[in-house]
């Protein structure tokens, strides 16, 4: 292909829609939550909304109409529709899976909606914004050969990855966000856009963010929207809208004695009589500091504390009232516990786990929530193993479903060899169940063996337990299978996507779908999703491990598209079978012996096993869309396969983690049976 044509003004604006659609994808995984808190247990739809507006508006590259225009008022709709959401009361079920959910900013006046419809309206409108931008690149990607316009695509979207993570380093707002996409497509659309409804449409939009947020108490972590309230005996932290923790003032200048702040000092030191020794402490969840106080009063002489969020912990060190992370005993670590725990060799008298409890989940990919990594069995094996021999484990929780607690009851007292102490406290504060294991762990006033039943190992009592592994994570789920609420929001988001499908292309085109694109779609988006939690087991699910993840799956994707073009073609035949081999290497590698090596062999092979099949189904893909006659069209209908892929993902609920490798091997050999059939 001629140079200049790669450098010419077309492939700058394929790189820059490229480059806006995954930046306001990770934009709207993070704005969207922020003001309609329950969708943050639904990030996941915002990527598959994505799919969807991305392929209708490549399938209709063809036609008369100019999309590209309605991309600002697309935007401003959403924006709206979120402004009237923040202030409306989503009910949340409790009986399937528990999520927390406890709005105090709310207006009086404020109306209830079922989550359902909420997030059923929220993945419609999401996909509007990026039929404009699909429609955009399409136009785009049809000036170019097939592989060209792929691996200009691929930059495109690895620029926007890494833009958006620097803009998360350095917690900025998304009227940042918003302002940097809104005026790098004023620039790109030029003459295909109503210059005037463009800039009134983006104004708005900029306004009604501007608007909505209370800057004074207002910070922006790469996980939530945090907003703090400081009173004299209490701070409560906010996520999203939603209390996340307080931080509690446990030297008040009031009668300290019965106030809020003594009993929940109680609550908190109850079980630090179990503790033979106070040397060394780690604090797992320290979120504001306080239990790093109060374990500093206890007279602990080496802490760490362990927080996943830095501007949480720069809340506590900025205005915890005893300001604990300031004293020298302390060293901070901003990681993952479940990370910290692998990387450190050290051993400690108590260890802590806070109210780890997240509102979100670990990335836009998965339905495994933040937390969920550290609530499994392996997880309290490895927190066994860096206890002393007469070191206990306390954990707090807060568990208004009884099934949480009766799997925590059930995972200590198999990794500990005997059922823990558990104190339940029915008038709770912040937390209403403390957990404490550990050899030396005896009996004592005010704990017992809570569960009888449990500890006489009744059959039908432990059968009706499923407490979480690395490969089933799911705490909050009751047990193994997909919840009512994710089958209709599934069903209603499935039924959307056919019908836009229909609209798009038109029922006698659909005859003429790429089903072997559509496949390849499905089954690499289960890949990229498994690569995203096993990485995220193997070193932390913080979010520089999550943009490291995806930024190493889009350079796969072009280092792939580059080897066919530069060595290519090979035999497609051989490549299929070369990808079966390796997702069933894969499949048969358990996780649990990836954890046992070094650190480093830990990032070689799971980097192996992770980037061997992505690095092959991204050859094929190549290989294949090479020799579309309509490549915008077959690059349309391989986004409407990860559409299904996204909500096939759901099915780990019930089958776990390592099955999505199955199910990805099942579609690629539906590919290949399909693609046979298109050579005969």
Same mark, same amino acid.
């Not at 912990?313 to 604990?324: A, E, M, R, S």
């Not at 499908?501 to 390849?520: H, M, P, Q, S, V």
């Not at 792939?560 to 035999?571: C, M, S, T, V, Y």
């Given at each position: 292909?001629?140079?200049q044509?790669?450098?010419?003004p077309?492939?700058?604006?394929l790189?820059?829609?490229s480059?806006?659609?995954?930046?306001?994808?990770?934009?709207?995984?993070?704005?969207?939550?922020?003001?309609?808190?329950?969708?943050?247990?639904?990030?996941?739809?915002v990527?598959? *909304?994505? /799919?969807?507006?991305? &392929? #209708?508006?490549? %399938?209709?590259?063809? !036609? =008369?109409?100019?999309?590209?225009?309605?991309?600002?008022?697309?935007?401003?709709?959403?924006?709206?529709?979120?402004?009237?959401?923040?202030?409306?009361?989503?009910?949340?079920?409790?009986?399937?899976?528990?999520?927390?959910?406890?709005?105090?900013?709310l207006?009086?006046?404020?109306?209830k909606?079922?989550?359902?419809?909420v997030?059923?309206?929220?993945?419609?409108?999401?996909?509007?914004?990026?039929?404009?931008?699909?429609?955009?690149?399409?136009?785009?990607?049809k000036?170019?050969?097939?592989?060209?316009?792929?691996g200009?695509?691929?930059?495109?979207?690895?620029?926007?990855?890494?833009?958006?993570?620097?803009?998360?380093?350095?917690?900025?707002?998304?009227? *940042?966000? /918003?302002?940097?996409? &809104? #005026?790098?497509? %004023?620039?790109?659309? !030029? =003459?295909?856009?109503?210059?005037?409804?463009?800039?009134?449409?983006?104004?708005?939009?900029?306004?009604?963010?501007?608007?909505?947020?209370?800057?004074?108490?207002?910070?922006?972590?790469?996980?939530?929207?945090?907003n703090h309230?400081?009173k004299?005996?209490?701070?409560?932290?906010?996520?999203?809208?939603?209390?996340?923790q307080?931080?509690?003032?446990?030297?008040?200048?009031?009668?300290?004695?019965?106030?809020?702040?003594s009993?929940?000092?109680?609550?908190?030191?109850?079980p630090?009589?179990?503790?033979?020794s106070?040397?060394?402490?780690?604090i797992?969840?320290a979120?504001?500091?306080?239990?790093?106080?109060?374990?500093?009063?206890?007279?602990?002489?080496?802490?760490?504390?362990?927080?996943?969020?830095?501007?949480?912990?720069?809340?506590?060190?900025?205005?915890?009232?005893?300001?604990?992370?300031?004293?020298?005993?302390?060293?901070?670590?901003?990681?993952?516990?479940?990370?910290?725990?692998?990387?450190t060799?050290?051993k400690?008298?108590?260890?802590?786990?806070?109210?780890?409890?997240?509102?979100?989940?670990?990335?836009?990919?998965?339905s495994i929530?933040?937390?969920?990594?550290?609530?499994?069995?392996?997880?309290?094996?490895?927190?066994?193993?860096h206890?002393?021999?007469?070191?206990?484990?306390?954990?707090?929780?807060?568990?208004?479903?009884?099934?949480?607690?009766?799997k925590?009851a059930?995972?200590?007292?198999?990794?500990?060899?005997?059922?823990?102490?558990?104190?339940?406290?029915?008038?709770?504060?912040?937390f209403?169940?403390?957990?404490?294991?550990?050899?030396?762990?005896?009996?004592?006033?005010?704990?017992?063996?809570?569960?009888?039943?449990?500890?006489?190992?009744?059959?039908?009592?432990?059968?009706?337990?499923?407490?979480?592994?690395?490969?089933?994570?799911?705490?909050?789920?009751?047990?193994?299978?997909?919840?009512?609420?994710?089958?209709?929001?599934?069903?209603?988001?499935?039924?959307?996507?056919?019908l836009?499908?229909?609209?798009?292309t038109?029922?006698?085109?659909?005859?003429?779908?790429?089903?072997?694109?559509?496949?390849?779609?499905?089954?690499?988006?289960?890949?990229?999703?498994k690569s995203?939690?096993?990485?995220?087991?193997?070193f932390?699910?913080?979010?520089?491990?999550?943009?490291?993840v995806?930024?190493?799956?889009?350079a796969?994707?072009?280092?792939?598209?580059?080897?066919?073009?530069?060595?290519?073609p090979?035999?497609?035949?051989?490549i299929?079978?070369?990808?079966?081999?390796?997702?069933?290497?894969?499949?048969?590698?358990?996780?649990?012996?990836?954890?046992?090596?070094?650190?480093?062999?830990?990032?070689?092979?799971g980097?192996?096993?992770?980037a061997?099949p992505?690095?092959?189904?991204?050859?094929?893909f190549?290989?294949?869309?090479?020799?579309?006659?309509?490549?915008?069209?077959s690059?349309?209908?391989?986004?409407?396969?990860?559409?299904?892929?996204?909500?096939?993902?759901y099915?780990?609920?019930?089958?776990?983690t390592?099955?999505?490798?199955?199910?990805?091997?099942?579609?690629?050999?539906?590919?290949?049976?399909?693609?046979?059939?298109?050579?005969?």
């Amino acid at each position: 292909m001629n140079p200049q044509k790669i450098l010419s003004p077309s492939s700058y604006k394929l790189f820059g829609y490229s480059f806006l659609i995954l930046f306001f994808e990770l934009a709207l995984i993070r704005f969207i939550p922020s003001n309609v808190r329950i969708t943050a247990y639904f990030i996941n739809l915002v990527l598959v *909304a994505a /799919f969807l507006g991305m &392929g #209708i508006g490549m %399938l209709r590259v063809k !036609g =008369k109409k100019n999309l590209t225009q309605f991309f600002p008022p697309a935007l401003l709709l959403l924006t709206g529709a979120c402004v009237y959401f923040s202030n409306v009361l989503v009910t949340a079920p409790q009986v399937e899976e528990a999520m927390f959910a406890i709005y105090f900013d709310l207006s009086p006046h404020s109306k209830k909606w079922g989550m359902v419809p909420v997030v059923s309206i929220f993945f419609s409108l999401s996909a509007l914004p990026f039929i404009t931008l699909g429609y955009s690149m399409g136009k785009e990607f049809k000036n170019f050969p097939a592989l060209h316009a792929y691996g200009i695509n691929a930059a495109g979207s690895l620029a926007g990855l890494l833009i958006f993570s620097l803009l998360s380093h350095f917690s900025t707002p998304p009227l *940042a966000w /918003f302002g940097l996409g &809104g #005026i790098l497509f %004023l620039f790109l659309a !030029g =003459k295909q856009q109503n210059s005037a409804v463009s800039i009134i449409c983006l104004g708005l939009v900029f306004y009604l963010i501007q608007n909505l947020y209370q800057k004074d108490h207002e910070t922006w972590s790469p996980y939530y929207k945090i907003n703090h309230y400081q009173k004299p005996d209490v701070t409560s932290i906010n996520v999203n809208g939603s209390l996340h923790q307080y931080m509690i003032n446990f030297s008040p200048p009031f009668d300290f004695k019965n106030s809020y702040s003594s009993k929940v000092k109680q609550d908190y030191k109850l079980p630090y009589r179990l503790a033979n020794s106070w040397e060394d402490v780690l604090i797992l969840g320290a979120g504001s500091g306080n239990d790093v106080h109060l374990v500093l009063e206890q007279g602990a002489k080496n802490i760490d504390a362990v927080e996943i969020d830095k501007a949480i912990w720069k809340l506590g060190k900025d205005f915890n009232y005893q300001k604990p992370y300031d004293d020298p005993r302390v060293k901070v670590h901003i990681d993952d516990a479940r990370a910290f725990l692998k990387k450190t060799k050290k051993k400690y008298d108590v260890i802590i786990l806070g109210t780890l409890d997240s509102q979100t989940l670990l990335s836009g990919m998965s339905s495994i929530r933040l937390d969920n990594y550290i609530y499994t069995t392996e997880s309290f094996r490895s927190v066994r193993e860096h206890l002393k021999p007469d070191g206990i484990l306390i954990l707090y929780h807060m568990s208004l479903n009884m099934g949480i607690s009766f799997k925590f009851a059930k995972i200590l007292t198999d990794v500990f060899g005997t059922q823990p102490l558990i104190h339940h406290e029915k008038k709770h504060r912040l937390f209403n169940f403390t957990f404490v294991a550990g050899s030396k762990a005896e009996f004592v006033n005010d704990f017992g063996y809570y569960f009888k039943k449990l500890r006489d190992n009744d059959p039908i009592i432990a059968n009706l337990i499923s407490p979480p592994t690395d490969d089933w994570p799911y705490l909050y789920l009751e047990h193994p299978g997909i919840p009512t609420h994710y089958l209709k929001a599934g069903s209603i988001i499935f039924l959307i996507s056919i019908l836009s499908i229909i609209l798009a292309t038109g029922r006698k085109n659909l005859k003429e779908t790429d089903w072997t694109l559509f496949l390849l779609g499905a089954s690499f988006l289960l890949l990229e999703t498994k690569s995203v939690t096993e990485m995220s087991l193997l070193f932390g699910s913080t979010w520089q491990v999550n943009v490291l993840v995806f930024a190493s799956i889009l350079a796969l994707i072009f280092i792939a598209n580059l080897f066919i073009l530069r060595k290519g073609p090979f035999d497609k035949t051989r490549i299929f079978l070369t990808l079966f081999i390796s997702i069933g290497i894969s499949y048969a590698v358990p996780t649990h012996s990836l954890l046992g090596l070094p650190l480093a062999g830990q990032w070689i092979l799971g980097a192996l096993v992770t980037a061997v099949p992505l690095f092959f189904a991204g050859m094929l893909f190549s290989q294949i869309f090479a020799t579309r006659q309509e490549p915008t069209a077959s690059l349309g209908y391989n986004l409407m396969g990860a559409i299904c892929g996204g909500l096939l993902e759901y099915s780990s609920m019930a089958l776990g983690t390592k099955n999505l490798y199955l199910l990805a091997l099942v579609l690629y050999a539906l590919a290949f049976l399909v693609h046979r059939r298109e050579k005969n």
